[in-house]
């Protein structure tokens, strides 16, 4: 048991809608990475946020966006969404002292676009 | 552009045999790289961490080795048991930046 949950655990949308996706970190836990993983695929980084601030971000489009609060929860969004957005959505939360190597992953959001 | 590789996809043994899996990447100039585990509704379990100064690490019946001049590493389990099924992909990080660059992932049985 990691402490870092999400939610939903599924969620289906049709294309051209918009989703958020949360997530939960424990305390003390002051960045969150998002990954997107497609079936069959490894994880996509997509963004991460420290101090409430973007610092680092993958290959994806404006249209993914993100919040994080200052207790420890965060969000991902995403607009006009499209078929190839349906994968699985990890956030990932790394306290200040185990440094950017040790991340603790949720269990993820599935999300089908349709 | 750092790609990471992993073969095979799937792998099925019988409990009790000793087995690798591999993991290659493209560009050697890696900081570290870490095997996890993905369990199915449970998330991603970090299993070893080689720094790039580093060979191997042992955690248990794991070891991981690393040689960045071939870009390979690999993940010995020991003596494996049907707990061990999962999903086990490697990750690479750069020099740069705390970007994670992943594996697809060896999906592995072990049959009781």
């Known amino acids: 048991e990691t402490g870092v949950t999400q939610s939903p655990t599924h969620l289906i949308k049709t294309r051209g809608q918009q989703v958020t996706l949360r997530c939960s970190s424990q305390s003390g836990h002051n960045t969150v990475s998002w990954y997107q993983q497609a079936l069959g695929q490894g994880p996509q980084f997509i963004f991460q946020y420290y101090r409430e601030e973007e610092n680092g971000r993958g290959n994806f489009p404006p249209r993914f966006s993100g919040l994080q609060f200052p207790n420890y929860s965060s969000e991902l969004n995403v607009n006009a969404l499209e078929l190839d957005d349906s994968a699985l959505y990890l956030c990932a939360s790394s306290p200040v002292a185990g440094g950017p190597d040790t991340q603790y992953f949720g269990p993820g959001t599935r999300l089908t676009v349709l | 552009k750092q790609e990471v590789t992993q073969i095979p996809?799937?792998?099925?043994?019988?409990?009790?045999?000793?087995?690798?899996?591999?993991?290659?990447f493209t560009d050697s100039a890696i900081y570290?790289?870490?095997?996890?585990?993905?369990?199915?509704?449970?998330g991603l379990t970090s299993l070893l961490l080689i720094q790039s100064s580093q060979r191997e690490q042992t955690s248990g019946r794991l070891n991981a080795s690393l040689d960045k001049s071939s870009g390979r590493s690999t993940l010995y389990i020991a003596a494996s048991q049907p707990g061990d099924s999962a999903t086990y992909l490697c990750a690479v990080r750069a020099d740069s930046n705390y970007q994670l660059i992943w594996g697809a992932g060896t999906k592995l049985i072990i049959k009781p």
């Open chain 2, 9 to 24: 996809a799937a792998l099925s043994v019988p409990e009790g045999e000793n087995l690798v899996l591999n993991c290659s």
């Open chain 2, 32 to 42: 570290n790289l870490q095997w996890f585990r993905q369990d199915p509704g449970k």
